[in-house]
């Protein structure tokens, strides 16, 4: 049976359909609100809207729940790699191996960047961040790929798809070449996916990268783990600005930006920052247990809360599990595993933290898998990018064949009333502080 709410306003009532979710997740549909009521609804963070339907990711984060697709997340942890789970969120199901394998070969052929693209690279600062180099580089493939700025066919949108999927992956490495002021490593064609990347960031002239099988899987699985997260704020944003048709190109530019704050994709780098802090000393962590309990501190335990899960985020368990296998495959020992690990233990049992129900994300232990790799802080955020670039991918297209309106919230204006312009003669002084 469909339920209704009713909403009763000044004594006359208006009813608004339920609707619910594959999962039994209901919503009330206020499409009609405001054409019936002149009302509008105010949810700021939109912690209550959903923006869209959307048959991508599913999330039940009191329960700690990811599932790709219908499939859940822990299911990915041994066997397929990212570019078998990219075509997943991209196409809609798991691909045959011929379609896994013409995908992959047109990656591996889409590798390069143009000639004339590479010399944009030159003319960002040495100490320019990549991640604002990766969003300007993404949006410059529109300049180069005109014939894809609209995608009108499945054929001509997998073209597209292939193709960033590829080219990003050489953009984010160059971005770590010209930072560090290293000869650009081109693209190896007999070399898969992750080992290509980390050729493209480790290689010199007269020293090929040799990646090895456990780097590989761990850093398929970190970009697995990454690859969509339904209405984060940036994969919002990728939707945002391609529901005004913005080309894929531009539109996952945005997602990049967005991805690059603190509070969202910035916060690995946030958390090794934390970590190091304590590490050095300046800190002991029940000193920073207690700045970041404290709001006029300003100060926030990284790494930890999340808007959706009140429970586990399931990738920061796996992400966890793999922190502890790998580092000592790899002969290596991190200080930084042991205070984070430490940290958490605080957090889990802190009343603080239990009552507002805040566990660890998914750039908690990220960033110390990927320290362990050799990957450097700078570039964290980069590879959460790389990683969550089929979630945008499929958002986009699944927003463009749908007959969504383009975004446009309202807002409740809280400004000046009806003011008269005064000429600037009679506007008097300006403030002592300000003048000049
Ligand atoms: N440390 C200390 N207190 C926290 C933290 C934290 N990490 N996270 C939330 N809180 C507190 C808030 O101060 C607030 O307290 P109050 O109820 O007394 O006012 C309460 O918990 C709820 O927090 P909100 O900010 O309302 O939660 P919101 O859903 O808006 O924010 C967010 C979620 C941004 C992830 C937040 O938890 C945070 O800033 N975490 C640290 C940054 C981080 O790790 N970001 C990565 C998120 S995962 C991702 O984007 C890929």
Known sequence: MSQIATLILDGESHDFPVIVGTENEPAIDISTLRARTGLITLDQGLGNT??????????????????????????????????????????????????????????????????????????????????????????????????????????????????????????????????????????????????NFLHMMFSMPYDHFICDELVRDAFNLILILHADHEQNCSTSTVRMVGSSRANLFASCSAGIS?????????????????????????????????????????VRLMGFGHRVYKNFDPRAKLLGQIAEELLPKLGKKDPLLDIARGLEAIALED???????????????????????????NMFTVIFAMGRLPGWIAHWWEQNQSETRIARPRQIYTGNGLTDYTPMPGRGRTPAATEG
């Open 50 to 195: 959903g923006s869209c339907r959307s048959a991508i990711t599913y999330i039940d984060g009191e329960r700690g729940i990811l599932r790709y697709r219908g499939i859940p997340i822990e299911q990915f942890a041994n066997g397929p790699n990212f570019i078998e789970v990219a075509w997943l969120l991209i196409f809609g199901r798991l691909p045959t191996s011929d379609e896994y394998a013409g995908f992959a070969r047109e990656l591996t052929h889409q590798a390069n960047i143009d000639e004339g693209m590479k010399h944009h690279f030159d003319s960002f600062p040495r100490k320019a961040a990549p991640m604002a180099i990766l969003s300007s580089m993404v949006n410059a493939l529109s300049c180069f790929h005109p014939e894809f700025l609209e995608l009108d066919s499945p054929e001509k949108f997998w073209a597209a798809a292939a193709r960033l999927m590829s080219k990003i992956r050489t953009i984010a490495a160059f971005a770590y070449r010209h930072s560090r002021g290293l000869p650009y490593m081109y693209p190896d064609p007999n070399l898969k996916y992750v080992p």
């Open 258 to 298: 967005a991805l690059w704050g603190p509070l969202h994709g910035g916060a690995n780098v946030a958390v090794l920052e934390m970590l190091q802090k304590i590490h050095e000393g300046h800190l002991t962590p029940q000193e920073y247990m207690r700045l970041a309990k404290d709001k006029a501190s300003g």
């Open 351 to 377: 009343p603080y933290f239990v009552e507002r129900k805040l566990y660890p994300n998914v750039d908690f232990y990220s960033g110390i898998i990927l320290r362990a790799i050799g990957i450097p802080v």
